[in-house]
């Protein structure tokens, strides 16, 4: 009887642990967005889509705007008129899509320290360990490697 | 001959750019508005004033034993040296570097037999506040030699770290691309001789070690505590970084 007993509360237990368990997976897929894609640079360039995902310029228009997203005004100047104030601290993006590539323009998005190490451009998709002293609530990469897609279609448009 | 002289131009030339980088110190004040430069200079309108009253009130309070800090520095502070004021942090054998607060709270623990406060305690900051108006316009004059190089050095490295998720470390703003605009923001020097501010943002005085804390949340990075080991050494690379500018305390800053 009591052995019974106790096998199925160990029982119980472990279907709890899985339960909670697998939730908590589910959970941190959710804050941190996706899972981590490995990108291998060619040079100063990723010749390959992240994930083989397909950009959209639209939203990634939409992401460099975006102050908590990729921010990309608060350095550069781009041909986005009704953004006021554009920084002074990055070199103007207008026809960038000319003068890079689209796998040299992915490199610069995702870590332009490969190409600067002095850079002052953050990395926006480098391995989430790989930033130091993240707060808790930003222990992922800035963007996605959608969002990376969207941004590098996006600056493709600017001839 | 032309030859080894075009070998050694390229060299030159890179150690020019880093001595370009170190900038002459140049106070945030400089960058302000003409409203904002008069509210912090007049007295009647430098908000940060009724910070440094609290901070007097506090400084004739008597303690646990009746003794108060006017007992032994006189009622306005006219006991105390604005030159001293003006080189802390100051190295002791004992204690390491000891900032101006963490000096204000042993004397207060010691003297008036009183349990110390908090690092960054309102009355705490009320008294620096109140000690360092008292040196306002000294030069900063902080002394690196002998054991402080150490902690100079590991604050040095804390300004040229890249933190948190935005990736950037002090010196990229704040020495590399400092006068340039940061969208409609100019990027300053991040020097801290009007310490303890009054920012117009938060309507409040803020302390070197909440601002610390506050660039850190900027740039999505964990930060360390007020007090804590890594901003003292940062407080101490950054007056040495900023020796010679007046003190300003209280400062007015957005």
Redesign the interface.
Known sequence: MMVSVTVKLLNFRLILAAIVGLAGLFLSGAIHGEEYIEWEADGYSIPEPLGGLQGDPVRGRAVVIDRDSGNC???HRMPIPEE??????APPLHGVGSRLNEGQLRLRVVNEQRVNP?T?M??FYKRPGD??????????T?LTAQEVEDVVAYLMTLK | MTKCFMQIVPFALLMMSGSLFALEPQSSYELLSEDLKQMQDDDFANPGMMTVDRGQELFQKPGFNGKSCATCHGDNGEKLDPEQIAAYPKYDSQRGPVTLQSQINQCYADRQEEFPMLYDADELIALETFVRYLARGEKVNVDISGSMREHYEAGKEIFH????????ACV??HE??AG?????QI?NQAQINGFPIYRITNGTIMSLHEKYIGC??TL???PYEPGSQEYIDLEVYMNARGNGLPIETPGVRH
């Open positions: 005004l608060a350095c006021p104030m554009h920084g002074t601290v002095n002052i953050p990395a930033y130091h002293r993240p707060h808790p609530a930003f222990r992922s800035v | 770290t890249r933190i948190g998720q935005r990736d950037m990229h703003c590399m691309y340039q605009r940061l969208r409609g990027l850190y949340g999505r990075a964990m």
